[in-house]
């Protein structure tokens, strides 16, 4: 995949930031390294009329963020009736100030708004589960069972075009008002927090003789970005 | 706080959960731990008639959860026109399963759905502002400069009753289909997630002598709970 054709972040007037100008970020780039950086993202969706918030796994593949879930989820239905928002958000440290209004986080996100399509091609559809689940589990998909024809009819799968996004990302240590730095004595500075990887755990119905697999071995190793 | 005369969760038909039951928790004491154990929240609110999520900061006191932001941040203005969600979430590791469609997370997650009321009470918002910084950073308040009368201004504090809240758990190894388990010959199980602190970085504009506060070192060694 090749970003230099891609058009630049926030193309429209909802998708301007304009809190904290200094934290967006008009890279392409930068927002898929967020996105592929997560594990899960915060999906908004109108559901009577109000937005509910849902936590589900996602995808990426190019300008195009792939979500699946079974064709019983109301949710997910709600999804492809209105303008629905992802976000993905990854939290690296406490930012302690001098004073309380100054605390903070160092934190990447980014935040997409659109309407998502429900994909009916088969071949489209296999595609898009795919991502999803190669986002998470890199190297998986070809060594485990595909998916059969009942559990197909049972998934939908949606694409959201990743055009009208946002990305803002916090770095360094605190802001303090330099009266609040003059007047001195008051500890500030950056909690650092990352995600790390456990040893992985055989299921307990597993048959003896089967080794951990390398993609397995593989994500257990990645370090997970912080920034 | 005690939890003993409060409402289970889940009363109304909006907050029930529809699909995968055996997931969903109706005990108080398990939506103020996922709450307590986040440090961010994803807020989804309605901008233009379509749903925008947002990553904020938040606190919890009882069944009370706080948001602050500035007065000229037009989400948080939006939170209070219209019914808002909130959702927390932790991702407890990768659910390698036999088969695609059975790969999953662990995860503890809270959905929050109702009104928010911006605070207007000088005392309340100070108490407001004050869950919120010591949710992330407990016991810094006091140690550090409390707003002053221009940063309260600039400061609008919501807050947002946790009696619409649905709370959703999985823990243990992949549920595969029995005649996957029988086949046999496919590695399944789990990839522990968990978040760790690191050192705490001083500001790089900090006196010297200054040492690290007992609030951040205790901040610093907390096990970040997992399940």
Same mark, same amino acid.
């Given at each position: 995949?090749?970003?230099?054709?891609?058009?630049?972040?926030?193309?429209?007037?909802?998708?301007?930031?304009?809190?904290?100008?200094?934290?967006?970020?008009?890279?392409?780039?930068?927002?898929?390294?967020?996105?592929?950086?997560?594990?899960?993202?915060?999906?908004?969706?109108?559901?009577?009329?109000?937005?509910?918030?849902?936590?589900? #796994?996602?995808?990426? @593949? /190019?300008?195009?963020?792939?979500?699946?879930?079974?064709?019983?989820?109301? $949710?997910? =239905?709600? +999804? %492809?009736?209105?303008?629905?928002?992802?976000? #993905?958000?990854?939290? @690296? /440290?406490?930012?302690?100030?001098?004073?309380?209004?100054?605390?903070?986080? $160092?934190? =990447?996100? +980014? %935040?997409?708004?659109?309407?998502?399509?429900?994909?009916?091609?088969? @071949?489209?559809?296999?595609?898009?589960?795919?991502?999803?689940?190669?986002?998470?589990?890199?190297?998986?998909?070809?060594?485990?069972?595909?998916?059969?024809?009942?559990?197909?009819?049972?998934?939908?799968?949606?694409?959201?075009?990743?055009?009208?996004?946002?990305?803002?990302?916090?770095?360094?240590?605190?802001?303090?008002?330099?009266?609040?730095?003059?007047?001195?004595?008051?500890?500030?500075?950056?909690?650092?927090?990352?995600?790390?990887?456990?040893?992985?755990?055989?299921?307990?119905?597993?048959?003896?003789?089967?080794?951990?697999?390398?993609?397995?071995?593989?994500?257990?190793?990645?370090?997970?970005?912080?920034?």
């Amino acid at each position: 995949m090749t970003t230099s054709h891609r058009p630049p972040l926030s193309p429209t007037p909802r998708s301007t930031l304009n809190r904290s100008k200094e934290r967006g970020r008009a890279d392409r780039a930068e927002l898929d390294a967020v996105l592929d950086a997560g594990l899960i993202c915060h999906l908004g969706v109108l559901l009577g009329g109000t937005p509910v918030v849902i936590p589900t #796994v996602y995808g990426r @593949d /190019g300008d195009t963020l792939y979500l699946h879930g079974s064709t019983g989820a109301g $949710n997910l =239905r709600a +999804a %492809v009736t209105s303008d629905i928002s992802v976000a #993905v958000t990854h939290v @690296d /440290g406490l930012v302690y100030a001098r004073s309380a209004m100054h605390f903070s986080m $160092n934190f =990447r996100s +980014a %935040v997409i708004r659109g309407r998502a399509i429900e994909i009916t091609d088969p @071949d489209h559809r296999l595609h898009g589960l795919r991502v999803v689940v190669e986002h998470s589990a890199p190297g998986a998909w070809t060594r485990v069972r595909a998916p059969d024809k009942k559990e197909m009819a049972a998934t939908m799968v949606l694409a959201l075009d990743l055009t009208e996004a946002s990305v803002k990302i916090r770095t360094g240590g605190p802001k303090d008002d330099p009266a609040d730095i003059e007047t001195g004595g008051t500890w500030a500075g950056v909690l650092p927090l990352r995600q790390v990887w456990d040893t992985p755990i055989p299921s307990e119905d597993l048959e003896p003789g089967i080794e951990t697999p390398t993609d397995v071995l593989t994500r257990a190793a990645t370090v997970i970005a912080t920034h």
